[in-house]
């Protein structure tokens, strides 16, 4: 079931990217999650992703879908160590 919420979050922000890049050719339609971080945070002077967006919107759907992952990965980081993906 959490899964399934963080991937509406996630479609949600595919959306609202989709909206914003409408008419503008050089932007992916197939974006990534990191193409979308691109295209909202951009870069500083060398290269990295800024922290933080402009876009208020955007702001408030990351946070959503980091707050999700965080959760997601609570929920299955006992099940790696139990079924031996990572040794403790």
């Known amino acids: 079931m959490l899964w399934m919420y963080f991937m509406s979050i996630y ?5 609202y990217y989709h909206t914003k890049i409408k008419g503008n050719k050089s932007s992916p339609v197939d ?3 990191y193409d979308i971080r691109e295209f909202f945070q951009g870069r500083n002077d ?15 759907l990351i946070a959503a879908l980091r707050g999700t992952l965080n959760t997601l990965a ?5 099940k790696i160590y139990k079924y031996g993906f990572l040794k403790k």
Not at 11 to 15: E, G, L, Q
């Open 46 to 60: 060398k290269g990295q992703l800024k922290n933080k967006s402009s876009d208020e919107i955007y702001n408030g």
């Open 74 to 78: 609570q929920k299955i980081a006992p």
């Open 11 to 15: 479609a949600k922000n595919w959306k």
């Open 31 to 33: 974006a990534s999650f």
